[in-house]
């Protein structure tokens, strides 16, 4: 059973996916105020992304597991890791702090609170991305549980800064994190309209792990 309850859980889950959205948006913001150069402001949104990672998921970690991210909390669902009936109250709690999140980033930044993305981020290459994105994810979480739990919050920062560089989406890797960048006019957006592709590709990423991983890192049966 976990050691803290489903209030503190769903209030972790919240919290951390609000400050990482907040990270995420509002680096992007600075960066793109104090730079014209494009990968020079990709930079500074990437560095800063991949550092809230590892104080998140080690802080909060603890707490709820650190999912912040829907795909992954399917994921510990589908492993019986996380109680079913808990998955759609963690989804919830990740959405709910993702979009205040944003709401935070814009008011650091004196933006509008709430403001429809208009920058287009769709095609097969984009949500190909995604896929590779949260595949790789999903891969690296269920790998460093395997191997290294104590690494797992280098880990996952570590894959996120270098899934910035490598996918072209820039790795979003998250379904609520991407409907709250879709709420920012900023750097990190991304249309409304092109969520529902994004979304897709997530969670196909994270399942197709899933099922890879779980093959992969199966403990052989012993024969006597």
């Known amino acids: ?51 809230i990672l590892v104080v998140l998921i080690t802080i909060l970690g603890p707490i709820s597991g650190a999912h912040f991210n829907p795909a992954v909390s399917l994921v510990f669902a589908l492993k019986r ?7 759609w109250l963690y989804v919830a709690a990740q959405v709910a702090g993702g979009i205040a999140g944003t709401m ?8 509008p609170v709430i403001e429809a993305s208009e920058k287009i981020r769709s095609g097969g290459s984009q949500w190909f991305s995604e896929w590779v994105a949260t595949f790789g994810l999903v891969g690296v979480i269920l790998g460093g549980i395997r191997f290294e739990q104590k690494a797992i919050p280098w880990l996952v920062g570590l894959y996120i800064t270098a899934a910035y560089w490598f996918t072209a989406s820039t790795s979003f890797a998250n379904p609520a994190v991407a409907l709250a960048r879709s709420l920012t006019n900023t750097f990190s957006g991304i249309r409304p309209l092109d969520l529902p592709g994004f979304v897709i590709a997530e969670l196909l ?17 012993s024969t006597t």
Do not use: K, Y
């Open 1 to 51: 059973m976990p050691a803290f309850d489903l209030q503190r859980r769903l209030v972790a889950e919240a919290l951390g996916t609000c400050v990482l959205v907040a990270t995420v948006v509002g680096s992007g913001i600075m960066a793109d105020t104090l730079t014209d150069d494009t990968a020079l402001a990709l930079l500074g949104n990437t560095l800063a992304t991949g550092a």
């Open 205 to 221: 990423g994270a399942l197709c792990a899933l099922a890879l991983m779980s093959w992969l890192l199966r403990q052989p049966s």
């Open 104 to 111: 935070a980033a814009h008011l650091m930044f004196d933006l």
């Open 81 to 87: 890791d996380l109680p079913h009936g808990d998955l």
